[in-house]
Nanobody, 116 residues
Framework: QVQLVESGGGLVQAGGSLRLSCAAS????????TGWYRQAPGKQRELVAS???????NYADSAKGRFTISRDNARNTVYLQMNNLKPEDTAVYYC??????????WGQGTQVTVSS
């Protein structure tokens, strides 16, 4: 049983920062990748950033230069540091654990609201 718990969302003014955390528990194994996704009202869920178990990262164009994804393997936690937030970053943010053929898992989501 794998469980993902996101935290760190909230309300922030434009230009502010937030750090999201995604803590994984259960039989997560090794060699997985974790991604942060977001979904705004009326829009499709989109990838924001991802990181492999070896630390290779990938960012959406909208996140480059403002967001940083990192992981602490000892804590089974992946972080998303978000700086210079914009109103268009408002969404529910989800983390997804990709375990390859074993399957993938989603967290429950955390709301991020950026006021102008």
């Amino acid at each position: 049983q794998v469980q993902l718990v996101e935290s760190g969302g909230g309300l922030v003014q434009a230009g502010g920062s937030l750090r999201l955390s995604c803590a994984a528990s259960g039989n997560i194994g090794v060699g997985n990748a974790t991604g942060w996704y977001r979904q705004a009202p009326g829009k499709q869920r989109e990838l924001v950033a991802s990181i492999t178990s070896s630390g290779r990262t990938n960012y959406a164009d909208s996140a480059k230069g403002r967001f940083t994804i990192s992981r602490d393997n000892a804590r089974n936690t992946v972080y998303l540091q978000m700086n210079n937030l914009k109103p268009e970053d408002t969404a529910v943010y989800y983390c997804r654990l990709d375990m390859g053929v074993v399957g993938n898992y989603w967290g429950q989501g955390t709301q991020v609201t950026v006021s102008s």
